[in-house]
């Protein structure tokens, strides 16, 4: 973990317009700056970068966030990640702590695995582009493979010499441990000699989602039916295949634009669609998919197709991973390649236009195609038959998302044509697949979220309510976030001499049942705890780059302005705070329904120029919550009298609802609303 000191530097240091701008051209437009989203393809700029609030916002595809949440979600980091590499911008040393000493064992073995792999990568690259050997066997196979030298030098390519220990000499001189070279798989002991393990071989690194090295796949070049054609590096702290995809750096953004992830089998593929411009592309090293594939391929997009060979052992592997994808609810579409042709090959014989429109236009539905397969295979045994059906409904069975609802209907009906099997049958047989699974899952569903979730039922039920009626008294968490916004927007300025406005928000809810989201719950709690260690900690910066992301997307999304006034608006009512903000929160519609002006003297009064009503926001948003408990007591009351009870029990009961009615009334007319008695 990296050191709260080290976080707070990092946080102390940063310049959201300078780390956004590296990324995005950005404008100046009134206090805020203005530029092209980086996150999807719009011509007219929508995304807004706030220096003041230090946070961004889009207004076409609605990512919003911080500087390290930009870092995170541009460059697909973890929090750690994004941390280290703004550290590294800034100049600054990261200091790490560890919960116990085996940790701090385990990360300092990956940190060296790292070091090695980033100095086996460059000797590599220089032994393939600056030695005679390099470039007489290896760059020249590479060419003759139609790769230029960009592409080349783009995915660190490089080259393993024949003589027999090039590397290990190389890095046994420059201190490196031995044991932890066998490790990596680079160098291998054979009768207590070590030795390059990768000899004569191209060689591709593999590089994880920060761009840094975890491992090598090595490609024989000699004909020899002994040897493998590719060797991989060997499981460690570092590499763990099931949780890679080759290519998956260079991809990233070029999926997330894309909006689909392109799936081959081998590493020349990749390579191959590169530098043809196709660069949303990544390889699954030609084993079956694994949900920590899957799963970091729906970081980038929902949308999976797969593309291999159009021979059996391409199929085959196609299908593979085929029931994972789906439970991860990823949009899966298949294309075969032609003419005993792999991706690379075809690619380089029609050119990128003719091989994006084949794709296009040859993606078959990958269910559909399944069965297709599963029927060919099974012929005319009626047994086998029936294990398709089977087969093909716990398929079905896993498209388990509830906005996937319509597409599993659609594939039972289809399927159910194909099979020549009754419509309704199929359904009840993958109904009964759903249910099994519902009952494992359940199985392992902790008792206390089953309680939780009955005694919501039982609620719901009890109080007669429609669903709306209910969320509004009890789930709605609209002026819960109220309350959050104006502590983070004001919390630290001064309600009167003696107290800060936090101290009178704290004070005034005293009852937490007020509040039922968790994370604006959480939210109020850190915020009182910072506030009494250090009353000038507690601010919204502190909650914009907090470590919980929960907080952290909260207090983000809670600061965010829909609008923001325009030069001449400036100009023209330079004197207006608080009320003024909060009618650029107001969309123009509510404006104009709310303010109805039909002249400038009412949209004037309506401004209250150069009034402060800070005050007002925050009594008003307190108010509001108390008046929904009041709403909520009521009910509770209501339902109590409708049961049995002794005249004393009832009298008791009726001067409750009296008096909580009046409470209601008076809170009401304070907040300017109208109550039906």
Not at 396 to 423: G, P, W
Not at 636 to 665: G, I, V, W
């Given at each position: 973990m990296i050191s709260p000191a080290t976080i707070q530097q990092i946080q102390g240091r940063l310049d959201i317009i300078d780390v956004v701008g590296s990324f995005v051209k950005l404008k100046k437009r009134g206090s805020n700056y203005l530029g092209l989203c980086p996150f999807h393809n719009e011509k007219t700029p929508s995304f807004t970068v706030s220096p003041g609030k230090e946070i961004y916002k889009c207004f076409g595809c609605g990512r919003s966030g911080n500087t390290i949440s930009f870092i995170m979600e541009h460059e697909k980091y973890s929090y750690v990640e994004a941390l280290k590499w703004l550290a590294a911008r800034y100049g600054i040393e990261v200091e790490e702590t560890f919960r116990t000493d085996e940790q701090k064992q385990v990360q300092q073995a990956a940190d060296s695995l790292y070091i090695i792999n980033s100095f086996a990568q460059q000797f590599f690259t220089r032994m393939l582009l600056e030695t005679e050997e390099g470039q007489d066997i290896g760059l020249s196979y590479l060419k003759e493979r139609g790769f230029r030298e960009e592409v080349i030098k783009k995915f660190q390519l490089g080259y393993s010499p024949e003589q027999r220990d090039a590397f290990t000499r190389e890095a046994i001189a420059k201190q490196y441990n031995p044991e932890l070279l066998v490790k990596t798989g680079l160098v291998a002991n054979r009768n207590d000699q070590l030795v390059d393990n990768y000899r004569g071989r191209i060689i591709f690194p593999i590089h994880n989602h920060s761009g840094k090295v975890l491992g090598f796949g090595a490609r024989i070049l000699k004909t020899n039916d002994k040897a493998p054609k590719y060797i991989n590096t060997p499981e460690n702290e570092i590499y763990v295949k099931s949780r890679l995809l080759y290519g998956s750096y260079f991809a990233r953004q070029a999926i997330d634009k894309a909006d689909e992830c392109l799936l081959v089998e081998g590493y020349t593929d990749v390579v191959s669609l590169h530098q043809a411009g196709i660069e949303n592309v990544v390889a699954s090293g030609g084993t079956s998919l694994t949900p920590d594939q899957l799963r970091l391929i729906r970081k980038y997009t929902n949308n999976l197709t797969i593309i291999y060979d159009g021979d059996a052992a391409g199929i085959k592997a196609a299908l593979r991973g085929l029931d994972l994808a789906l439970e991860e609810g990823l949009n899966v579409k298949l294309v075969l390649i032609p003419d005993k042709e792999d991706p690379d090959s075809y690619v380089n014989k029609v050119g990128p236009a003719a091989f994006l429109s084949f794709i296009n236009a040859n993606k078959k539905d990958v269910i559909l195609f399944q069965l297709e397969v599963a029927l060919k295979d099974a012929g005319n045994d009626s047994t086998r038959?029936?294990?398709?059906?089977?087969?093909?409904?716990?398929?079905?069975?896993?498209?388990?998302?509830?906005?996937?609802?319509?597409?599993?209907?659609?594939?039972?009906?289809?399927?159910?044509?194909?099979?020549?099997?009754?419509?309704?049958?199929?359904?009840?047989?993958?109904?009964?697949?759903?249910?099994?699974?519902?009952?494992?899952?359940?199985?392992?569903?902790?008792?206390?979220?089953?309680?939780?979730?009955?005694?919501?039922?039982?609620?719901?039920?009890?109080?007669?309510?429609?669903?709306?009626?209910?969320?509004?008294?009890?789930?709605?968490?609209?002026?819960?976030?109220?309350?959050?916004?104006?502590?983070?927007?004001?919390?630290?300025?001064?309600?009167?001499?003696?107290?800060?406005?936090?101290?009178?928000?704290?004070?005034?809810?005293?009852?937490?049942?007020?509040?039922?989201?968790?994370?604006?719950?959480?939210?109020?709690?850190?915020?009182?705890?910072?506030?009494?260690?250090?009353?000038?900690?507690?601010?919204?910066?502190?909650?914009?780059?907090?470590?919980?992301?929960?907080?952290?997307?909260?207090?983000?999304?809670?600061?965010?302005?829909?609008?923001?006034?325009?030069?001449?608006?400036?100009?023209?009512?330079?004197?207006?705070?608080?009320?003024?903000?909060?009618?650029?929160?107001?969309?123009?519609?509510?404006?104009?329904?709310?303010?109805?002006?039909?002249?400038?003297?009412?949209?004037?009064?309506?401004?209250?120029?150069?009034?402060?009503?800070?005050?007002?926001?925050?009594?008003?948003?307190?108010?509001?919550?108390?008046?929904?408990?009041?709403?909520?007591?009521?009910?509770?009351?209501?339902?109590?009298?409708?049961?049995?009870?002794?005249?004393?029990?009832?009298?008791?009961?009726?001067?409750?609802?009296?008096?909580?009615?009046?409470?209601?009334?008076?809170?009401?007319?304070?907040?300017?609303?109208?109550?039906?008695?």
């Open positions: 038959k029936a294990e398709v059906v089977n087969r093909m409904a716990e398929t079905i069975s896993r498209i388990n998302k509830a906005e996937d609802f319509t597409k599993q209907q659609d594939y039972i009906k289809q399927c159910a044509e194909i099979l020549k099997v009754d419509e309704n049958g199929l359904h009840t047989l993958v109904n009964k697949f759903i249910r099994d699974r519902i009952t494992a899952q359940e199985r392992k569903q902790p008792f206390e979220d089953a309680a939780r979730n009955e005694e919501n039922a039982r609620r719901a039920e009890e109080t007669g309510y429609d669903e709306n009626t209910f969320n509004l008294l009890f789930k709605d968490e609209l002026q819960e976030r109220e309350v959050a916004r104006i502590l983070l927007e004001y919390g630290d300025r001064n309600w009167d001499e003696h107290q800060l406005i936090a101290e009178h928000i704290f004070e005034e809810m005293v009852d937490e049942s007020l509040i039922d989201n968790q994370t604006v719950l959480q939210l109020l709690h850190q915020y009182r705890n910072v506030m009494h260690q250090d009353r000038s900690a507690a601010n919204k910066n502190y909650f914009i780059y907090h470590t919980d992301t929960k907080l952290s997307s909260l207090a983000v999304s809670l600061l965010n302005l829909p609008h923001e006034e325009s030069e001449h608006w400036r100009r023209e009512f330079s004197q207006s705070t608080g009320y003024q903000q909060q009618l650029f929160r107001l969309s123009y519609e509510d404006f104009i329904n709310k303010v109805k002006p039909d002249n400038s003297e009412d949209l004037m009064n309506y401004l209250k120029i150069g009034e402060d009503k800070t005050h007002e926001e925050v009594t008003s948003a307190i108010n509001y919550l108390k008046l929904r408990k009041i709403k909520r007591l009521l009910i509770e009351n209501q339902l109590d009298m409708e049961k049995e009870h002794s005249p004393e029990q009832f009298r008791m009961l009726s001067e409750t609802h009296h008096h909580l009615k009046e409470m209601e009334m008076a809170l009401s007319q304070k907040l300017g609303t109208v109550v039906i008695r």
